[in-house]
């Protein structure tokens, strides 16, 4: 049987790291598998259902390069992939029919303040809090006939095996065991007629062929209502495999300050959408060796649910930060203007940024970066020559597409900001005015970075300078306004002679 797996998110809210590594997990093993991966959405629960986070998932998923083989979007044989339009389609009915049939559910109509009562005795009393029967579990069929007569609300309860032990299979974690005396009877199908996700899920996983089935390790508890629900249809079970937690770099459950928040901002903030990719896949998981940085074919090859630890996955944002880094260095001139022009034009980004207030836990502050983006979206359509000498002196020092604006920034602006504190220590030395003056003099019309490192060291030299410490770091505060940059030389050479000249009359009004 060949691979079929799928991702089933509920459209309630935004896609968010956890998510975001269950698709993953679950594309990278359908491709290495030669498999198909399916999109479902489970939208059972309508007073929580959002269209345009059922839109924002698609739209977030097809960022993050996840390609499906089947979904409401693409269509496929296992038709309608909405939960919503699946019940409407009776298929749910027919189902819970057959187990009505089989005498493994039943009819319950206790009343929402019964279930408020319940609970409170069963807490009062220190017992384990659920449904355990009630009235209903074994009420004769003339009291369920009286009370369907009398127009009373019920929901459909999966009867749970008393006095049994519940064993199950975790692909991570080996054999599972539960007393069932211990487990609640879980709502199959609720008083509106909607299935529930122990019903609708588990129904149609069978239904879909699905053979293995990556979710949370939240759902463990959830594994043996599953367990009895697929032994009461008689079918078999696909691989649950049951992923670990998230946690930040401290062990912490992960948060904001970890960097967890909604996927496309991860778009916005600059990363590419491989490097998060293959981050995101070494949360929890390893190849079995020491590679990181791997491409999507390395991955697919190499994920094996063997590979899936146990323990908490480790969210570390340096990390995805280097990827990222590694990521935009690999790319030529051309394609890095390409991806920055569609980065900074996209609504996504434009709309994040321009929102954003300073945000201490994720230490990002959008006037640091604003201004910059700003300028280099203005200098990419207006003088795209230019931009694409200026990208490689910078493309070796960004983490992300988003720091490209501050980091060029003073490549495109008309006059630099000086930074007091660099001024200071930059031009404090008696041989500063004398080696502007030399830069306003030399005649330096189609200098190369070579001919201004020999021009300054031959001035160095007949100044009798020999540290080059004292002659870079004034020329490099004169270019930029800071004491840090690309190779002084190279900068020197993308600005040409006039801006180099401009920028050294302005810094000599600084000079003492």
Request: some cysteine.
């Amino acid at each position: 049987m060949s691979v079929r797996v799928r991702f089933a998110p509920s459209p309630t809210g935004l896609l968010h790291i956890g998510a975001l590594r269950t698709v993953v997990f679950n594309d990278f093993f359908a491709k290495g598998k030669g498999g198909s991966l399916l999109l479902r959405i489970e939208d059972t629960d309508r007073t929580r259902y959002n269209p345009d986070s059922e839109q924002e998932f698609v739209d977030t998923l097809k960022w993050a390069g996840i390609e499906f083989d089947e979904g409401p979007h693409l269509g496929g044989k296992d038709a309608p992939y909405r939960q919503s339009e699946r019940k409407e389609a009776g298929i749910y009915a027919e189902k819970i029919a057959d187990l009505i049939e089989k005498g493994a559910v039943y009819k319950a109509f206790d009343t929402s303040e019964e279930l408020d009562e319940m609970r409170e005795f069963q807490r009062i009393n220190k017992m384990p809090t659920g449904y355990f029967g009630g009235d209903w579990r074994d009420a004769s069929p003339e009291k369920v006939a009286e009370a369907k007569a009398a127009g009373r609300p019920y929901v459909i309860r999966l009867k749970i095996p008393r006095d049994v032990k519940i064993t199950g299979e975790d692909a991570i974690r080996g054999k599972l065991e539960w007393d069932s005396n211990t487990i609640d009877d879980p709502v199959l199908l609720k008083a509106d007629g909607m299935p529930t996700y122990h019903f609708a899920a588990m129904v149609d996983d069978h239904l879909m062929g699905i053979t293995h089935v990556f979710r949370g390790e939240e759902w463990i508890s959830s594994y043996p209502k599953h367990i009895v629900l697929f032994q009461a249809f008689g079918w078999a079970m696909p691989v649950f495999v049951h992923c670990p937690v998230i946690v930040g770099t401290d062990g912490k459950k992960l948060s904001k300050r970890h960097g967890a928040t909604r996927v496309l901002d991860y778009a916005s903030q600059g990363y590419l959408p491989q490097p998060l990719r293959n981050f995101i896949a070494l949360i929890g998981w390893n190849p079995g060796d020491e590679r990181e940085a791997m491409s999507d074919c390395d991955l697919a090859q190499a994920f094996e649910i063997r590979g899936i630890q146990p323990s908490p996955g480790r969210f570390d944002l340096d990390k995805l930060k280097w990827m990222n880094g590694l990521a935009i260095r690999a790319m030529s001139v051309d394609e890095l203007f390409d991806t920055l022009r569609e980065y900074l034009a996209s609504e996504i980004t434009s709309e994040y940024w321009n929102t954003l207030e300073k945000d201490d836990e994720l230490k990002i502050d959008p006037a640091h970066f604003v201004p910059g983006m700003t300028l280099l979206k203005e200098a990419l359509e207006r003088d795209p020559d230019y931009v694409r000498t200026v990208l490689p002196l910078e493309q070796e020092r960004v983490s992300t597409l988003a720091d490209f604006g501050p980091a060029c920034e003073f490549f495109f602006v008309e006059e630099v900001v000086f930074d007091q504190k660099s001024v200071e220590k930059a031009f404090g030395t008696d041989h500063v005015r004398g080696l502007f003056e030399f830069l306003l003099a030399v005649d330096s019309d189609g200098f190369t970075a070579a001919d201004w490192d020999k021009a300054v060291h031959d001035w160095a030299a007949e100044q009798g300078i020999e540290k080059m410490g004292p002659v870079v770091m004034p020329i490099r505060v004169a270019m930029t306004g800071k004491l840090s940059g690309p190779g002084l030389f190279d900068l020197m050479a993308v600005l040409g002679p006039g801006r180099v000249r401009a920028r050294v009359s302005r810094a000599m009004e600084h000079l003492r």
